[in-house]
């Protein structure tokens, strides 16, 4: 149950992909990141997220408490819908690169992660003992707050630091025929 709880949005994004591809085709940089973070998905699925062998050697060199590898779920949690509203704003809106589009892309990568977190929630109250290997809280009381920074950090990865490459891409994409 908890491997189908944790890869359900894989699977989604793979349906919506498959039906709209090719009316609306996603540039490389967005279809990459999508990639990037079903393997993440898949993988924190796999061993539970406070398990992830490459978790505990970030973990190690990095010196810190715990395994890592669910914050790095967390920062795609705001990577990829900072993303993909980036790109679908700019290309179905009048909307252009701006303070507006920050704030919308940012506002919708919180919003991703706080329905999340509230998702974790409904499964804690609902499984009982078992919700501890889909939370992967590690004994942080402040893991949800946590997780939805990351989410923010993520997002605010994509505006400084991949805005550039991505209107690169999706100026290509646009002129292509």
Known sequence: MTWVLETVPTWIGLVV?????????LT????????????ILAVGAHYTYA?????????????????????LGHC???ITPALLGRELL???????????????????ALAVSAL?????????????QSAEAFLGMQG????A?????CAFCGAIFVFMILARLHQRQLDRLLRAP
């Open 17 to 25: 992909l498959a039906a709209t591809w090719r009316r609306f085709s």
């Open 28 to 39: 490389p940089l967005a279809c990459g990141v999508l990639a990037l973070h079903a393997i």
């Open 51 to 71: 398990e992830v062998p490459f978790g505990f050697w970030m973990r190690d060199v990095l010196e810190l408490e715990r395994n890592p590898f669910d914050r």
């Open 76 to 78: 795609f949690q705001g």
């Open 90 to 108: 700019l290309r179905t809106s009048p909307l252009r690169n701006g303070a507006w589009l920050l704030t919308l892309g940012i506002s919708l």
């Open 116 to 128: 999340y977190e509230l998702g974790e929630w409904l499964a804690a109250v609902t499984l009982g």
């Open 140 to 143: 942080d009381e402040w893991d």
């Open 145 to 149: 707050q946590a997780d939805i920074l």
